[in-house]
């Protein structure tokens, strides 16, 4: 029996030894703890003091807008209407927004840039609300063209916006021109277009004003600026683009052999163009050899699978 009781009381130590040594370890895992959730919230406490409206502005200097969207948004969590803290991290916003390769990445930057400028407009002075507007309007430009929605009616809204107010910009024309044209507002794309080439002439802009009288059936006139850029420019992306125009011109004017030409010289220098073999397809149905027009549009399925005309034709 005196056995059997030592043996108890040896257990017992032994089990009280354990739960002693458990709740030593227990306390040192729990103060680590403690230790690592200070030193973070102390991090964390003193990187928030440390961002003020002068470190984004020095980040903003320094074009390092990746910096500025962080500073920003940690700025913003305390004083979340702050006018220059929300113009800055908008601004920001936009240009990682035109950096994306991912198109929905840009759109997530692209909303925050919008929702940020918008709430910026409020309390905004009245020598920056133009500048907002502006801003805004290329915003909503660039969301029209990563998204399957439409929002040029709101970069048009804005834009204009923008030059009401007295902002000036030397892209405004251009960005309502082809806002004006994905709208399909022809004759307000044209003016706004022509009123960018006073400020800056490029071969893309009298590209965009050819299509737009094209689409306007003012043929003369497209004509007028597609063989001012195949005469002048040095880029030859463009100056397919022009014929491939001018090929689509001459089979609305049946002038078969002159379309013919353009849309040969496209595949001269690149056979792989889609329209250009899609065009000489229509030339053929046009000749009533419809053998040779549904090969050339066998082979722009080879090139562009989802091409719409090509698709249309070979199912009639």
């Known amino acids: 029996m005196k056995k059997k009781l030592t043996e108890n009381q040896n257990y017992a130590k032994r089990k009280n030894h354990i739960l002693r040594k458990l709740l030593i370890v227990l306390g040192i895992v729990a103060f680590a703890a403690a230790i690592v959730f200070l030193s973070v919230f102390l991090v964390k406490s003193y990187t928030k003091n440390k961002i003020t409206l002068k470190t984004i502005k020095q980040s903003w200097n320094s074009y390092d807008y990746q910096m500025v969207y962080e500073q920003g948004k940690i700025f913003l969590q305390d004083k979340p209407y702050n006018n220059t803290a929300l113009t800055y991290y908008g601004y920001a916003c936009f240009y990682l927004a035109v950096s994306q390769i991912d198109n929905y990445r840009a759109q997530e930057y692209l909303d925050e840039c919008i929702n940020n400028l918008r709430l910026a407009m409020y309390d905004a002075s009245k020598s920056l609300l133009p500048q907002l507007q502006y801003m805004l309007g290329k915003a909503y430009f660039y969301k029209n063209t990563v998204t399957t929605y439409y929002y040029a009616d709101l970069a048009i809204k804005y834009l204009n916006l923008a030059k009401q107010n007295g902002y000036v910009a030397d892209d405004i024309s251009e960005y309502l021109g082809l806002s004006y044209a994905a709208l399909g507002m022809t004759y307000e794309s044209i003016s706004a277009f022509t009123e960018a080439l006073i400020v800056r002439e490029s071969d893309s802009l009298l590209l965009s004003i050819g299509e737009q009288y094209y689409k306007a059936g003012q043929i003369d006139a497209a004509k007028q600026y597609l063989f001012r850029i195949i005469d002048n420019s040095s880029n030859d992306e463009i100056i397919l683009k ?43 149905e046009k000749q009533e050899n419809l053998v040779a027009a549904r090969a050339e549009w066998r082979k722009v399925r080879k090139i562009q699978p989802n091409h719409a005309g090509a698709l249309k034709k070979l199912s009639e």
């Open 242 to 284: 022009c014929k491939l125009l001018l090929g689509n011109i001459y089979i609305d004017t049946d002038e078969i052999d002159k379309a013919l030409e353009q849309f040969n010289d496209v595949i001269k220098t690149n056979d792989d163009s889609a329209d250009a073999h899609y065009g000489l397809g229509l030339i053929y």
